[in-house]
């Protein structure tokens, strides 16, 4: 029997009130998605089930980590609607925010790096096998650093919807996956960003497996008319909130 979504929808549905009766019996709320959410089907097969291995000198993994500093990142590599000869198919959009810590402290010089599929909802890439067109003048990766303020902006265009194969008939909504590094390797952030009132949110496994609801409305943008440019682009705002250890950061001075 092929796995519809209905069957996804009843699981997800599971494992939300499992979830919401854990915290009503005092168990800690959850920001982040449990590695083997089954509803997402392959993260059961590939999930890590060994335990972190320990580095010792969190210190001596910076010497092998990768290195960036500000002359690596050019003012030009934050708008993805500007890499090549002409310009992109779809809706342009900016999307700005602030990278804290949980303190509500600016983290400043962040590398910030998205990457997402074109306005059709395919990716630039091989492995992408979706029937909808790619664009010679999208590659859709960007990055760039926040400054003093812990801003960031992207220029892009809006990402389409794609099919995956997770179930009969899967849509993942429109995203945009983020990378932060924060100060070291080691803290480094993987997520994605959503578009408020998609109708796709509610059926979508991955955006379903962060089970706390406030915690999933952390990853939907907020459109902000007053970002929106006029005659060129609409604005959209999403603040990052990193877990990481704050007091680190303050002790380097950031
Ligand atoms: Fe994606």
């Keep these: ?91 342009r959009i900016t999307v700005t925010g602030r990278v804290l810590d949980r303190a509500g402290r600016p983290v400043r010089g962040q590398l910030v790096e998205i990457w997402q599929a074109n306005a059709s909802g395919r990716y630039a890439h091989q492995r992408d096998d979706h029937a909808a067109p790619l664009d010679p003048n999208f590659t859709g990766v960007g990055r760039c650093l926040t400054n003093d303020d812990g801003e960031y902006q992207f220029v892009t265009i809006k990402p389409g919807a794609y099919p995956w194969r997770n179930h009969v008939n899967a849509w993942r909504p429109a995203h945009i996956h983020f990378s932060l590094f924060g100060t070291a390797f080691t803290q480094r952030l993987v997520t994605q960003m959503y578009f408020p009132g998609d109708p796709l949110l509610p059926y979508d496994p991955i955006v379903q497996s962060v089970t706390d609801d406030a915690a999933r409305q952390r990853l939907v943008a907020t459109y902000d008319h007053g970002l929106s440019r006029p005659e060129w682009s609409l604005g959209y705002r999403w603040d990052i909130v990193l877990d990481g250890p704050a007091a680190t950061w303050i002790e380097e001075g950031r």
Excluded: C, N, W
């Design 1 to 91: 029997m092929p796995l519809t979504q209905a069957d996804i929808s009843a699981e997800i549905s599971q494992a939300r009130e499992a979830y919401l009766k854990a915290v009503a019996a005092g168990d800690p709320v959850r920001d982040h998605p449990a590695r083997d959410y089954a509803p997402y089907r392959s993260s059961v097969l590939r999930h890590p089930k060994q335990p972190l291995v320990s580095v010792g000198d969190p210190e001596a993994v910076e010497l092998s980590g990768p290195v960036f500093g500000v002359t690596d990142v050019t003012a030009l590599d934050h708008d993805l609607t500007r890499q090549h000869v002409g310009e992109p198919h779809g809706e």
